[in-house]
């Protein structure tokens, strides 16, 4: 059973700076392209990066250039460096397979506002 479990999320202002953390059971970071993920309220959950096994990375244009997604060498960690910080970066934050291929965990909330 592939659990999943992201950290790292909190309120930040306009501007600042977060670094989510994904645990991800299996070293499946090392078999799968690994993602991160957000929702934001009332809206569909959206793929904002996403890393391959050779390490080549993937951003969606709304984050390209402030979030830098990377894996540790062990395979079992993912992270989301986030700069530059917007509040429309406000959601839940998840990491899963791309594409999904395990339950959810239960996300990260990053909130940005002044």
């Known amino acids: 059973q592939v659990q999943l479990v992201e950290s790292g999320g909190g309120l930040v202002q306009p501007g600042g700076s977060l670094r989510l953390s994904c645990a991800a059971s299996?070293?499946?970071?090392?078999?799968?392209?690994m993602g991160w993920y957000r929702q934001a309220a009332g809206k569909q959950r959206e793929l904002v990066a996403s890393?391959?096994?050779?390490?080549?990375?993937n951003y969606a244009d709304s984050v390209k250039g402030r979030f830098t997604i990377s894996k540790d060498n062990a395979k079992t960690s993912v992270f989301l460096q986030m700069s530059s910080l917007k509040p429309e970066d406000t959601a839940v934050y998840y990491c899963n397979t791309k594409p999904q291929l395990y339950s959810w965990g239960q996300g990260t909330q990053v909130s940005v506002s002044a």
């Open positions: 890393i391959s096994t050779d390490g080549s990375t």
């Open positions: 299996g070293r499946i970071a090392g078999l799968f392209v």
